[in-house]
């Protein structure tokens, strides 16, 4: 091998709100998953520095559902793990869709400085594993929040790669500035190619060679193979891979021919970040086709979509208004979750095509349209206290 002297590897869960289990029980799982990837950080923190466990959390929607919960002693351990770059925290909440209007971009990254301050760190990446793009706006938005870095490993099941993967570029946007960003291997593929699950050094130097193989054939000349891991046999909503420290560890006491690491985002960024100047540049709206799944529950996008505008409106009147307490501003909160959760990626569970009668496909169904409901009912009460405020309307 000419260029390639090390395998980077990056841990993390792919977060589908649905799709694997029912919502709810979903989101209860990637909590666990969140204080089991801390536990392997702490585990692992004598192993070979290549070898110590690392965990990128892709989605923060996990993080501030996790902090719900979390005493003072586990706040502490986050923030410990995340100053110590065992914990990468990224700027997206969930992977989203089209369906999302500018407004409710903003309202998904407003969480960013508070985040930042409650574990001490600086957000510099955004993450979208699975749909196909951005719109063009989300770009601007990312950089207006401080992020610098992008990283996708975009799933070609549902629309084609704009560029032949890997690829480190800038994606310029309308206004002129740029977003360095790296479109790599479809999430999860060093398990896939490594074959994780069989714990054989032999099987996953196997896989590994053939794909870096594979890469300097066609011509690439970077000295480092990115690759993230999931857990198989999830490739979506996976628990932390308990072995993995141990496997690589001993992988790399055989002494191959390069090293794998295991890494964060943050560690891809600082590297690529110094190449930026001479990274081509790439202008335009990065069309994403992930979000056909909103036609197979059109009564829903339709009330999804009046349910932001009745949102917006209430914003609105609240500047003239002034009006809304703390129980109104809980409730707006919801709203937006509601709306925001309905635009998230995932329409369907893993079986809908083969058993589209079995009670999980009807219990992800239900969940997922409930979402855009909600989100409607509560902008009416938004919009109808906000009115009445604007009125002077006696209560009788």
């Not at 395998?7 to 666990?32: A, F, K, N, R």
């Not at 628990?239 to 794998?260: F, G, R, T, V």
């Not at 002034?322 to 919801?334: I, N, P, Q, R, T």
């Amino acid at each position: 091998f000419i260029m390639i002297k090390e395998i980077w590897c990056m841990p993390h869960s792919h977060l589908d709100i649905g799709y694997t289990h029912p919502q709810p029980m979903l989101m209860e799982l990637q909590v666990d998953y969140l204080n089991q990837a801390l536990e392997l950080t702490e585990k692992t923190k004598d192993y070979p520095e290549y070898a110590q466990f690392r965990w990128t959390v892709e989605a923060n929607y996990v993080l501030k559902e996790w902090l719900k919960t979390a005493d003072n002693s586990q706040i502490r351990r986050m923030q410990d793990a995340v100053a110590q770059g065992r914990i990468c925290l990224t700027a997206l909440p969930m992977h989203t869709t089209p369906c999302c209007d500018a407004r409710e971009m903003t309202g998904m990254l407003r969480d960013i400085k508070e985040l930042e301050e409650q574990f001490h760190t600086k957000i510099q990446i955004a993450i979208n594993h699975d749909v196909n793009g951005q719109p063009w706006s989300m770009g601007q938005l990312l950089l207006d929040s401080g992020i610098d870095f992008y990283l996708t490993g975009i799933n070609i099941h549902f629309g084609g790669l704009p560029f032949e993967r890997p690829y480190f570029f800038q994606w310029e946007m309308a206004d002129g500035r740029r977003l360095p960003s790296y479109l790599g291997e479809h999430y999860s593929m060093f398990s896939f190619f490594s074959e994780t699950w069989e714990h054989s050094t032999e099987k996953m130097h196997k896989g590994l060679a053939e794909h870096a193989a594979f890469l300097e054939k066609k011509g690439y000349n970077k000295d480092v193979m990115f690759l993230t891991a999931t857990n198989p046999p999830l490739y979506d909503n996976n628990c932390p891979d308990a072995e993995l420290s141990d496997l690589i560890m001993k992988y790399n006491e055989e002494q191959h021919e390069w090293k794998i690491r295991i890494i964060t985002a943050q560690t891809l960024r600082e590297k690529y970040r110094k190449e930026m100047e001479q990274a081509p540049v790439h202008r335009g709206d990065w069309t994403d086709y992930w979000n056909f799944g909103c036609a197979s529950t059109a009564k829903a996008t339709r009330v999804s979509r009046r349910a932001k505008n009745t949102l917006h409106m209430s914003e609105t009147l609240e500047c003239f208004t002034e009006a809304g307490d703390a129980h109104y501003e809980l409730v707006k909160k919801e709203c937006f979750k509601n709306a925001m959760i309905y635009d998230e990626h995932t329409w369907g569970a893993s079986q809908s095509i083969s058993e589209p009668d079995s009670p999980e496909v009807c219990s992800q169904l239900i969940h997922k349209e409930k979402t855009a409901y909600q989100a409607a009912d509560l902008a009416g009460y938004l919009l109808g206290s906000q009115i009445e405020d604007l009125c002077s309307n006696p209560y009788q």
